[in-house]
């Protein structure tokens, strides 16, 4: 934002504000003060997440809340959000996101993801609104030839469509700061995040059979499918399987709202790894959420998945020293709060 002011007069656009990261950053966004906007077409999230943001933010912070259902693709309803609300920030975290699907259906992720952001990125700049924090991720890292991962370290070619369009996304963003340099650009990398809202009120809920490791061992906890597959045990880590630095969501929401804090008064465009700076094999994570459920998770040993790299994790020192960021909750908490929501939602939203 190029002035400064307190979150009760900043009014923050929050695309794909229903998912599962969106959804825990706009609860972290109405505790700290600000007007929020989603702009969600619900074409992988649940309209019920919205009852569930007014239950844990209560009355007052609800009524900051506006929610607009439409693609962020439509120009005519994204003018009509710049024309109804005076955004001053956008949080954009709309997209496809599933690696495997991204393989099948190139065209729908490409014109998806890219589409939305140009469009996005058109409608801000004729409202006057040059101020973005993107949703990318530590897959723009490809294979690391070094750990941890820095901002510094080099992005390598994407393994898949999905991939690609986090890596063009973020090129997209940095040639538009440098175009115009009015413009504020953010670009969040997230590492994996998992976890829920401590209330068991909110967590992931992936539609059909889970891609990602975390919502699948938590529908074994629960009894929706029989055991964890193990993608690989003879990678070239402690135990063989693979390591990935994962990340509490509540931490990950706090980092858009001190990215947002951080960049009111800058230009230009900054990148930032969120993660916790630790990693953690499939195996630890089988064994942490046994812990947590309270029962050993059968688990089988399966061959590798193609495209996953051995091991990741980041530094996150910049996050640190310049937003004054950090994440502080642990694996343990991670597994408590999945556990937590999954056992209070086994069949997630809809249950
Ligand atoms: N894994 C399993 N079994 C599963 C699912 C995953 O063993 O059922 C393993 C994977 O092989 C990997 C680890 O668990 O070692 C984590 O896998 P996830 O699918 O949960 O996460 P990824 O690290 O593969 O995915 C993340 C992000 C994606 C991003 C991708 C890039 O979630 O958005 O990194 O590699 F595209």
Redesign the pocket.
């Known amino acids: 934002m190029s002035n400064k002011k307190a979150p009760a007069d900043t009014c923050v656009l929050v695309t794909g504000g229903a998912g599962f990261i969106g959804s825990h950053t706009v609860v972290d966004l109405l505790e700290s003060g600000y007007q929020v906007v989603v702009v969600d077409d619900l074409s992988n999230a649940s309209e019920k997440v919205l009852d569930r943001i007014d239950q844990i933010v209560g009355d007052e912070a609800s009524e900051r809340l506006s929610f607009v259902r439409a693609d962020v693709c439509d120009r005519d309803a994204l003018e009509a959000v710049f024309d109804e609300f005076p955004i001053d920030a956008v949080i954009h975290f709309a997209g496809f ?1 599933a ?1 495997g699907e991204s393989v099948a259906k190139p065209v729908e992720y490409y014109s998806n993801n890219l589409g939305s952001t140009l469009t996005l990125v058109d409608a801000m700049r004729a409202h006057g609104c040059k101020s973005i924090i993107f949703s990318s ?3 723009v890292y490809g294979d690391p030839d070094e750990l941890p991962l820095t901002e510094a370290s080099p992005k390598k070619p994407a ?2 469509p ?2 690609w369009t ?1 890596w063009m996304v973020e090129q997209i963003l940095m040639d538009v700061a440098k175009a115009d340099p009015e413009w504020d650009v953010v670009l969040l990398r ?5 976890g829920a809202h401590p209330s068991g009120l909110m967590g992931e809920d992936p539609k059909g059979i ?5 919502p ?2 938590a529908q074994v906890a629960v009894g929706r499918r029989d055991a ?5 045990d003879d ?1 070239d880590t402690p135990d063989g ?4 630095d994962y990340i509490h969501v509540m931490d990950l929401a706090r980092g858009h709202v001190a990215a947002l804090g951080w960049m009111a008064g800058r230009t230009g465009c900054e990148v930032f790894n969120l993660g916790t700076g630790k990693g953690t ?2 195996l630890e ?1 089988i064994h942490a959420f046994s812990a947590a459920c309270g029962r050993e998770l059968p688990y089988v040993i ?1 061959p ?2 193609a ?3 051995t091991a ?1 994790w980041a530094d996150c020192t910049k996050a640190r020293e310049l937003m004054g960021w950090e994440a502080t909750r642990g694996i343990a908490d991670m597994c408590r709060d999945s556990w937590n929501w999954q056992s209070n939602n086994p069949n997630g939203y809809e249950g």
């Open positions: 996101k690696v991720s530590a897959t393994t898949n999905y991939g986090k997230y590492f994996n995040p998992i889970p891609n990602n490791l975390l699948y061992v964890v597959h193990v993608f690989g990678y399987t693979g390591v990935r094999s499939v994570i399966e590798r998945r495209g996953d790299v990741n």
